[in-house]
């Protein structure tokens, strides 16, 4: 009986090179995370790992966590809100990493997730990082798809 590896692949954007600006979809707002948007912006990243393409702690452990963890910091979280909703969110950490990007299924396609991600790379550009990493799931396809029209490069591929 063979067990069937999972991979994940890192991936790296340059932030030396020109960098286009974000296009936002009419209706959308950005706003960074806060006290009051911790519930919904929790909802969303349990519903966007709900396909097994990654795990997010209940709500208490999560956001103790997030509160305790060194590479915290609200300015690197990026909400997007429609019509007071939580639609998209990106958390980043100070490391010049991008932990989660997520958009609301019912808004995918939209051109959110590519939004945010420009965004992400334009932040990180205005503190003087010369790259962005994160990490994905060979598996998951879209966002693979979204990293690599971005300019993403593959730095390796990791067995889980």
Same mark, same amino acid.
Request: charged share 20%.
């Given at each position: 009986?063979?067990?069937?590896?999972?991979?994940?692949?890192?991936?790296?954007?340059?932030?030396?090179?020109? &960098?286009?600006? /974000?296009?936002?979809?009419?209706?959308?707002?950005? #706003? @960074? !995370?806060? =006290?009051?948007?911790?519930?919904? %912006?929790?909802?969303?990243?349990?519903?966007?790992?709900?396909?097994?393409?990654?795990?997010?702690?209940?709500?208490?452990?999560?956001?103790?966590?997030? &509160?305790?963890? /060194?590479?915290?910091?609200?300015?690197?979280?990026? #909400? @997007? !809100?429609? =019509?007071?909703?939580?639609?998209? %969110?990106?958390?980043?950490?100070?490391?010049?990493?991008?932990?989660?990007?997520?958009?609301?299924?019912?808004?995918?396609?939209?051109?959110?997730?590519?939004?945010?991600?420009?965004?992400?790379?334009?932040?990180?550009?205005?503190?003087?990082?010369?790259?962005?990493?994160?990490?994905?799931?060979?598996?998951?396809?879209?966002?693979?798809?979204?990293?690599?029209?971005?300019?993403?490069?593959?730095?390796?591929?990791?067995?889980?």
């Amino acid at each position: 009986m063979s067990i069937m590896s999972e991979y994940c692949l890192l991936l790296r954007k340059d932030l030396r090179k020109p &960098l286009p600006a /974000a296009q936002w979809p009419e209706g959308f707002s950005l #706003v @960074t !995370l806060s =006290e009051a948007l911790m519930q919904p %912006v929790h909802a969303l990243l349990c519903l966007g790992y709900a396909d097994g393409r990654g795990s997010v702690e209940p709500l208490h452990s999560w956001q103790h966590d997030l &509160l305790h963890d /060194a590479e915290y910091d609200p300015q690197l979280w990026f #909400v @997007t !809100l429609h =019509e007071g909703q939580v639609i998209a %969110v990106a958390q980043a950490w100070t490391s010049a990493y991008l932990k989660d990007l997520v958009v609301h299924p019912h808004h995918q396609g939209q051109g959110l997730g590519s939004a945010l991600l420009s965004h992400v790379f334009e932040v990180f550009r205005q503190r003087h990082e010369a790259c962005v990493d994160l990490k994905v799931m060979e598996h998951n396809h879209r966002a693979r798809r979204l990293y690599e029209q971005h300019g993403m490069a593959l730095i390796r591929r990791e067995a889980l």
